[in-house]
């Protein structure tokens, strides 16, 4: 996957939230979740990594609403993570 981008053409929070996006539709709740904390780590908001995973259900892609309570999941544990 880094070969693809290669010379970090994408900035790493950009390639995380692309990432969410396709991991969304593709209900691969492993990757989501992976990703989903990468794309955090790399300085995405809770609302930019939300906004990448339904970015697929605005254009009819039905399945990637499921993939919410799964990022609800990360940003909680994030934040109590922080929390400590």
Same mark, same amino acid.
């Given at each position: !996957?880094r070969?693809v981008? =290669?010379? #970090?053409v994408l900035d790493?929070?950009t390639?995380?939230?692309? @990432?969410v996006?396709i &991991? =969304?539709?593709? +209900?691969?709740?492993?990757? @989501? +979740?992976? &990703?989903?904390?990468? #794309?955090?780590?790399?300085?995405?908001?809770k $609302?930019?990594?939300?906004a990448?995973?339904l !970015?697929? &259900? =605005?254009?009819?892609?039905?399945? #990637? *609403?499921?993939?919410i309570?799964?990022?609800l999941?990360?940003?909680?544990?994030? *934040?109590?993570?922080?929390? $400590?």
């Amino acid at each position: !996957m880094r070969e693809v981008n =290669s010379g #970090a053409v994408l900035d790493e929070k950009t390639r995380c939230l692309i @990432l969410v996006g396709i &991991f =969304s539709t593709v +209900r691969d709740a492993g990757a @989501l +979740r992976h &990703f989903s904390g990468e #794309a955090l780590k790399a300085g995405a908001s809770k $609302r930019e990594v939300e906004a990448a995973a339904l !970015m697929a &259900f =605005s254009v009819g892609v039905s399945s #990637a *609403e499921l993939s919410i309570p799964v990022i609800l999941d990360i940003v909680k544990a994030k *934040e109590q993570e922080r929390a $400590r």
